[in-house]
């Protein structure tokens, strides 16, 4: 029983990615569920196991896509022990999960609103881990002692704006090299 649940698992882990894949290269709001089944080459009845309309199975995927997103980041965080250079590899590495992200899909996501507020809500975790690496590095004397809920709390503002395309429009950056600039700026203003 085990190993046919640990299939099960894994063909609902593959679709997902699959999903995922799609619609970050594609959008999801012109894809029908039939023309997602086409394009996963399943049925739509398997779509229905993984959610029961297309807008919970959006929302799905989106919450797929930012929990693989975030395994990705703090991956490359893991093995770094520089305050400075954990800030830069975080926030460059938000920056390159969202780099696969295709212009259609994000204005999709923004349009959306059960998807935004996923990635709103992302955005607020992310700028919470930005604000305990800054008071680690404050903490060891790496960061000049700044208010790092001040300073994290700037980074969100930021990371809100790239995550509402303002800085999009106002600058022409799409989001990961926003992300990169924000990191930049952000590590040099709180470096000792």
């Known amino acids: 029983m085990e190993s046919r649940s640990s299939f099960a698992t894994a063909r609902r882990t593959e679709l997902f990615d699959a999903l995922v894949d799609l619609f970050l290269a594609e959008g999801f709001a012109r894809l029908t569920l039939d023309a997602i089944a086409a394009r996963l080459k399943c049925s739509k009845s ?3 196991t993984l959610a029961g309309s297309k807008e919970r199975l959006v929302t799905c995927a989106t919450v797929h896509f930012f929990k693989r ?3 990705q980041v703090e991956s490359a ?3 770094i022990a520089a305050p400075r250079d954990r800030v830069v590899v975080y926030l460059t590495a938000v920056g390159e999960a969202l780099s696969v992200a295709s212009e259609p899909f994000m204005t999709d996501l923004a349009a959306f609103a ?3 507020e996923v990635y709103e809500r992302n ?3 992310a700028a919470g881990r930005v604000q305990e690496l800054i008071a680690d590095g404050v903490a060891t004397g790496d960061f000049r002692s700044v208010h790092a809920a001040f300073a994290a709390d700037l980074a969100a503002t930021m990371m809100v704006r790239i995550q509402q395309g303002g800085v999009g429009a106002a600058t022409g950056l799409d989001d990961a090299n926003a992300y990169r600039e924000l ?3 952000l590590t040099a203003g709180i470096t000792a």
């Open 46 to 48: 398997t779509l229905y």
């Open 69 to 71: 997103a975030t395994e």
């Open 77 to 79: 965080v893991a093995d």
């Open 114 to 116: 059960p998807a935004r």
């Open 123 to 125: 955005t607020r975790i």
């Open 183 to 185: 990191a930049s700026i």
